[in-house]
Structures are given as C-alpha cells and as structure tokens.
C-alpha cells in the first residue's frame, strides 16, 4: 500500500507521516518512510541542488521529477513487491500544485512527466492537510524554505484544494489547523475504514 502526504509547507504533513510510521511500525507492520524529493543518494544530491540554485520552472520540474524516478525505482516499488506499507511526505499532487500551477507549468506536461517517473503507480491513499495559509506562514517563519512568497503559496494551496475535489476517490482532505492528536486519529480512522487495517 502506498500513502502519500500532502500541503503546502507548514501545514504538518510531515508530522503526521512520522506519526503514522512509528505507529505502524509499533503494531508490527513492515512499514517504509521516504521524503520525496530525497531518500535515495541520487535524489537527496537533487534535493541539494534544488534548494541550493534558483533556476527556471521547467529545469526544476525536471529535477524534480528526476529525484522521484529514483526514489520509485530504488526503494517504493521494491517495497511494494514486499508487501510492504509505503509512506511518502510528498509525491506527485505537490508536483502539480507547486511546479503545475504555482510555476505556471502546462498541466499535461506535468502529468506526463509524474507518469514517466512514478511507473504509472499512483498512491492508495493521500491525506492532504488543509491550512489557510497565514496559519502556514507563521508556522514556517525562521525556517529555510524556497516557497514561502506568499502569493506563489496562495496559488499552491488553491491548487491542492482543485485538485481533492478532482479526485475524492484517492485524496483525503484534512483540517490541519486543529491538534496534532486530533488529525492523526482522522488519519487512523480513514486508514481503518477504506482498507479495513487494525489500528
């Protein structure tokens, strides 16, 4: 199984994929964590590269999806084989909100290039962590971050929310302004109902 975590920076995805594992992990299931862009020696070199040098929306679309290449090929689809439970903070909805409509990036292109670079295998699930986004701002303050101009968030986090309503099927939509505890059991609660897990 495949879950993703999505939102703009600031919004606690990140916290809730940890929380998921260590959780998972706890109840002796075999339980992957990646970050995407990163979690391959490939990818977090592209990683560096991507937070070190501002460059054009089309060279970083590529790197972008270069590094997820990496990532599937060397740890999420062997994982997957394994029967393993795969959680990734990040994955191809951020490439759409960030790179496709925040960067102003062709929409198909963006989706042929997600396709070339996940092998066409999309998550099971994806929790997206809905803040507004003076919430994300005051949360990400004081940290190093490529994408906090405001207006460029705005335009992301509408993105996020067009792209939910486009695929209920796959994308949870969560209210990441209330409690930590609060959306983790919502995450939990999902997980039990749609696949039936013992939580």
Known sequence: MLITFEGIDGSGKTTQAKRLYEH???????????????STELAEKIRELILGFETDPTTELLLFECAR???????????????????VDRFIDSTMAYQGYGREINLGTVNILNHIATRGRKPDITFLLNVPLEVALERIKGKRTRFEDGDYLRRVRDAY???????????????????EEEVFMDVLKVLKERFGLDL
């Open 24 to 38: 998972l992990k706890g109840l002796g299931y075999k339980v992957s964590l990646y970050r995407d862009p990163g």
């Open 161 to 179: 929310i067009l792209i939910a309503h486009e695929q209920k099927d796959r994308i949870v939509m969560l209210d990441g302004t209330r409690s």
């Open 69 to 87: 290449s990496s990532l599937v090929w060397e740890k999420i689809l062997p994982d997957l084989r394994n029967g393993k439970v795969v959680i």
